[in-house]
């Protein structure tokens, strides 16, 4: 009998385990190709249809930078933003698309 067969054995399960794991949390999470962007929270109402809270959301154009975070892109950004992608690339002439660097600061105006 060989001894490393409860090992081969072992090895494979465990890959077949981590499979399965990493399937569950990307699928979970909805970090798939095909997920949709996340769902901004709804804001509570009164009677009258008013917002509950009484802080006001920030404009997206107040901000003048934005600080490149992992796994952005520029479409992203612009979306995250509400600044269009060619605006983008206009005031940040040497923004390599391909070669994003996180923790660069991006003009948004």
Do not use: C, H, W
């Not at 060989?2 to 494979?12: E, F, G």
């Not at 909805?30 to 769902?39: I, Q, V, Y």
């Not at 901004?40 to 600080?67: C, D, F, I, L, N």
């Not at 002439?93 to 996180?102: G, N, R, Y």
Request: hydrophobic letters at 35%; glycine letters at 8%.
């Amino acid at each position: 009998m060989d001894r490393r067969l409860p090992a081969r054995v072992l090895a494979v399960l465990a890959l077949a385990g981590v499979s399965v794991a990493l399937f569950t949390v990307v699928t979970r999470t909805g970090a798939g190709p095909d997920a949709a962007p996340p769902r901004e929270s709804a804001t509570r109402t009164t009677e009258e249809g008013t917002p509950a809270s009484s802080t006001t959301r920030r404009k997206r154009s107040k901000r003048r930078t934005y600080t490149i975070r992992a796994g952005d892109t520029p479409s992203g950004i612009a979306e995250r933003t509400g600044v269009p992608v060619a605006r983008l690339l206009d005031l940040n002439p040497d923004l390599d698309a391909q070669a994003l660097q996180t923790g660069a600061k991006l003009k948004l105006r």
